[in-house]
């Protein structure tokens, strides 16, 4: 093994993000900028910080100063730096800017659509399917995504604070639960906590006996790359089977400091698999989600779901119908590597669970044959699937 020079010197900073530090951080060093502390001491949160670097719209201006109690906007300097400073309806800017309709609430929205609290047997821990648990470990991410599935619970004021009791009941019930063997931690974004508090975590959850596998739900790779650091990607290749589940949005996102902080999980033993939420004028396209997938498999992560948007209140300008989501997966199967293709999620609203959707290929029988149209639309085709 090489010898590491001091973590910071050696992290990827592409020209872009210099660029960027020079002009909104002048006083920051190439240091302060790699380092994880710094970029989540000057996240952008008000609309104020943004204003000095983002050519607001009137609407995303309106969205940021009004009054009252609303889902917070936060964005580290890294990721900001990835986002189009003058045009509102490009990719990243429109899932991290607020704008009034998300204070819309459309038919069939809900604060909380898949009924976690109601699956919820103790603080924290979604226990929806048989086998495996959802353990929520914080309320805090380094940025807000507009569409967020929990935004019912995230951007509390207890923002960072750990809830060791509620972390220690969470713990307390997977030991408790012998059918559990999969736990997925997320929240919030676990991987904000300090190794220390990271370590804690898995010790415990690595100690207990019939969990076959450990998984983490993260975007921190992305908007905040510097966090993994060689030290954190050490303490994780402790817990094996530790898989992490990437949520990826757009090719924007893959940089070079992203594609580091990937092939440093990689690299660590720890399989990554991605996770797109589809959303209308952000990826809601066949092209974009082939570039993805293909950028992805490149830096080593396997795509794993493509996801319905879930009808949280106020989403509805993110929200596409279910059928484009198949139309992008018809367009991808066969068409390239099957290792490119997710798969297409619905979660149901009410608690039912996921369900996957695919393009449909048969066209009915004719006696014993199947028959079937292949990916590029060609009809005819049968497959002998005798029905007695
Ligand atoms: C999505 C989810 C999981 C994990 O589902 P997989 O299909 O195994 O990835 C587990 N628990 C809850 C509550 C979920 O919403
Ligand atoms: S990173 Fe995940 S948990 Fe955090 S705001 Fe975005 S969608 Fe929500």
Same mark, same amino acid.
């Given at each position: 093994?090489? !010898?590491?020079?001091?973590?910071?010197?050696?992290?990827?900073?592409?020209?872009?993000?210099?660029?960027?530090?020079?002009? $909104?951080?002048?006083? /920051?060093?190439?240091?302060?900028?790699?380092?994880?502390?710094?970029?989540?001491?000057?996240?952008?949160?008000?609309?104020?910080? =943004?204003?000095?670097? $983002?050519?607001?719209?009137?609407?995303?201006?309106?969205?940021?100063?009004?009054?009252?109690?609303? $889902?917070?906007?936060?964005?580290?300097?890294?990721?900001?730096? =990835?986002?189009?400073?003058? @045009?509102?309806?490009?990719?990243?800017?429109?899932?991290?800017?607020?704008?009034?309709?998300?204070?819309?609430?459309?038919?069939?929205?809900?604060?909380?659509?898949?009924?976690?609290?109601?699956?919820?047997?103790?603080?924290?821990?979604?226990?929806?399917?048989? @086998?495996?648990?959802?353990?929520?470990?914080?309320?805090?991410?380094? &940025?807000?995504?507009?569409?967020?599935?929990?935004?019912?619970?995230?951007?509390?004021?207890?923002?960072?604070?750990?809830?060791?009791?509620?972390?220690?009941?969470?713990?307390?019930?997977?030991?408790?639960?012998?059918?559990?063997?999969?736990?997925?931690?997320?929240?919030?974004?676990?991987?904000?906590?300090?190794?220390?508090?990271? @370590?804690?975590?898995?010790?415990?959850?690595?100690?207990?006996?019939?969990? #076959?596998?450990?998984?983490?739900?993260?975007?921190?790779?992305?908007?905040?790359?510097?966090?993994?650091?060689? /030290?954190?990607?050490?303490?994780?290749?402790?817990?094996?089977?530790?898989? &992490?589940? =990437?949520?990826?949005?757009?090719?924007?996102?893959?940089?070079?400091?992203?594609? !580091?902080?990937?092939?440093?999980?990689?690299?660590?033993?720890?399989?990554?698999?991605?996770?797109?939420?589809?959303?209308?004028?952000?990826? @809601? #396209?066949?092209?974009?989600?082939?570039?993805?997938?293909?950028?992805?498999?490149?830096?080593?992560?396997?795509?794993?779901? =493509?996801?319905?948007?879930?009808?949280?209140?106020?989403?509805?300008?993110?929200?596409?119908?279910?059928?484009?989501?198949?139309?992008?997966?018809?367009?991808?199967?066969?068409?390239?590597?099957?290792?490119?293709?997710?798969?297409?999620?619905?979660?149901?609203?009410?608690?039912?669970?996921? $369900?996957?959707?695919?393009?449909?290929?048969?066209?009915?029988?004719?006696?014993?044959?199947?028959?079937?149209?292949?990916?590029?639309?060609?009809?005819?085709?049968?497959?002998?699937?005798?029905?007695?």
């Amino acid at each position: 093994m090489t !010898q590491p020079e001091p973590q910071s010197a050696q992290f990827a900073i592409s020209d872009r993000s210099r660029q960027f530090r020079r002009a $909104f951080f002048p006083s /920051a060093s190439a240091e302060d900028w790699c380092d994880w502390r710094w970029q989540l001491r000057h996240r952008l949160r008000k609309a104020g910080d =943004l204003a000095g670097i $983002f050519e607001l719209s009137p609407d995303e201006h309106q969205a940021l100063t009004r009054p009252g109690c609303v $889902f917070p906007v936060s964005i580290t300097p890294y990721y900001a730096s =990835l986002l189009d400073r003058s @045009d509102p309806l490009s990719a990243l800017r429109r899932t991290m800017l607020p704008v009034p309709e998300e204070l819309v609430a459309s038919h069939g929205e809900m604060s909380d659509p898949l009924a976690e609290d109601r699956h919820s047997p103790v603080p924290g821990i979604v226990h929806r399917y048989p @086998d495996r648990v959802l353990f929520l470990v914080t309320d805090s991410c380094p &940025v807000y995504c507009r569409y967020c599935t929990r935004s019912r619970l995230v951007g509390g004021k207890a923002e960072f604070d750990i809830n060791l009791e509620q972390w220690r009941r969470g713990i307390d019930y997977i030991a408790a639960t012998g059918s559990v063997r999969d736990v997925l931690v997320s929240g919030g974004d676990p991987l904000i906590y300090s190794d220390e508090r990271l @370590d804690w975590l898995l010790q415990r959850l690595h100690a207990i006996p019939h969990l #076959d596998m450990i998984r983490i739900g993260t975007k921190i790779p992305l908007v905040m790359p510097q966090r993994l650091t060689p /030290a954190l990607c050490e303490m994780l290749r402790r817990y094996h089977p530790l898989y &992490v589940s =990437l949520h990826v949005t757009h090719p924007d996102e893959l940089t070079p400091e992203s594609a !580091q902080a990937c092939e440093r999980l990689a690299d660590a033993g720890i399989p990554i698999g991605s996770q797109t939420v589809l959303l209308k004028g952000v990826n @809601d #396209d066949p092209d974009i989600v082939r570039r993805l997938m293909h950028e992805l498999l490149k830096i080593r992560v396997r795509p794993y779901y =493509l996801l319905q948007c879930d009808p949280i209140t106020g989403s509805a300008h993110f929200r596409t119908r279910v059928d484009r989501g198949v139309e992008i997966i018809a367009q991808l199967r066969g068409h390239t590597s099957g290792y490119a293709v997710p798969h297409f999620i619905v979660d149901t609203p009410d608690g039912g669970g996921k $369900f996957s959707l695919v393009p449909d290929h048969i066209d009915g029988r004719d006696g014993d044959d199947l028959l079937i149209t292949n990916y590029e639309g060609r009809t005819g085709f049968r497959y002998p699937d005798p029905v007695g």
